[in-house]
């Protein structure tokens, strides 16, 4: 695999956390699963309850950014304190890949666009988008219904049909030719939820793609905006 080149910073929500998938990053992972343990479970938690649960946090934790890292992600991010009492159903995975085609980016994008017009959600949104000065492709596809049970029957027996709502951003790097940005978001909801929660989910994660500024470009000094984004901690 040739080696990750793409540096880039972007600003995720408080009680958010990049957790590294790669498996040269397993030591790293480790000990910001411990510092988010440490964070999500209240000081005065008896210690035969806190185990428990701090044991089964690391479990789910890992396994999840792990089995992303076995698909090629290089990092999760998951929302892992509640705000207002309120955890949402969401993740971002980042993969980074490399296009071994001679094709300009724009040329990719239009394809990448076209392959996902059969299942666009939004027909009137023609999925260009600005990233950092730069052309992106976003895709949103028809809520997909997932049925843990049918997908995954040794794991899912006792997971509820879920719908899984999807936006992808397809981001090329603009000082490495043929190496791209995947983010891909995921929102779960119980079928029949009002999807006015889901629509304003997709919006934080519009917002977050906001923020996000290549760094270490070559030739270039960062600016004033990548060293803010650098100190409120939403490097990647």
């Given at each position: 695999?040739?080696?990750?080149?793409?540096?880039?910073?972007?600003?995720?929500?408080?009680?958010?956390?990049?957790?590294?998938?790669?498996?040269?990053?397993?030591?790293?992972?480790?000990?910001?699963?411990?510092?988010?343990?440490?964070?999500?479970?209240?000081?005065?938690?008896?210690?035969?309850?806190?185990?428990?649960?701090?044991?089964?946090?690391?479990?789910?934790?890992?396994?999840?950014?792990?089995?992303?890292?076995?698909?090629?992600?290089?990092?999760?991010?998951?929302?892992?304190?509640?705000?207002?009492?309120?955890?949402?159903?969401?993740?971002?995975?980042?993969?980074?890949?490399?296009?071994?085609?001679?094709?300009?980016?724009?040329?990719?994008?239009?394809?990448?666009?076209?392959?996902?017009?059969?299942?666009?959600?939004?027909?009137?949104?023609?999925?260009?988008?600005?990233?950092?000065?730069?052309?992106?492709?976003?895709?949103?596809?028809?809520v997909r219904r997932v049925d843990p049970a049918a997908e995954l029957p040794e794991l899912g027996q006792d997971l509820p049909v879920v719908d899984d709502r999807q936006?992808?951003?397809?981001?090329?790097?603009?000082?490495?030719?043929?190496?791209?940005?995947?983010?891909?978001?995921?929102?779960?909801?119980?079928?029949?939820?009002?999807?006015?929660?889901?629509?304003?989910?997709?919006?934080?994660?519009?917002?977050?793609?906001?923020?996000?500024?290549?760094?270490?470009?070559?030739?270039?000094?960062?600016?004033?905006?990548?060293?803010?984004?650098?100190?409120?901690?939403?490097?990647?």
């Amino acid at each position: 695999m040739t080696d990750l080149t793409a540096s880039f910073v972007m600003v995720v929500p408080p009680g958010w956390a990049r957790l590294p998938a790669r498996e040269e990053s397993r030591q790293e992972l480790a000990t910001i699963v411990r510092q988010v343990i440490a964070g999500a479970l209240p000081d005065d938690l008896p210690r035969d309850r806190a185990e428990p649960l701090r044991q089964e946090m690391r479990k789910r934790l890992t396994a999840t950014v792990v089995e992303a890292g076995d698909n090629g992600a290089t990092a999760v991010y998951l929302p892992v304190r509640p705000v207002d009492g309120f955890t949402p159903p969401v993740s971002v995975i980042e993969t980074e890949v490399d296009d071994e085609s001679d094709e300009a980016p724009e040329q990719v994008i239009a394809q990448l666009l076209a392959d996902a017009l059969p299942d666009r959600r939004d027909e009137d949104d023609p999925g260009i988008r600005e990233v950092d000065g730069g052309i992106a492709a976003r895709t949103e596809t028809v809520v997909r219904r997932v049925d843990p049970a049918a997908e995954l029957p040794e794991l899912g027996q006792d997971l509820p049909v879920v719908d899984d709502r999807q936006v992808v951003y397809t981001i090329p790097v603009p000082h490495r030719p043929g190496r791209w940005v995947v983010m891909s978001f995921s929102a779960i909801s119980a079928p029949g939820t009002d999807e006015r929660l889901t629509d304003a989910l997709v919006a934080l994660f519009d917002a977050i793609m906001t923020t996000f500024r290549w760094a270490d470009v070559p030739g270039a000094e960062p600016t004033t905006l990548e060293h803010r984004l650098h100190e409120l901690g939403g490097a990647a």
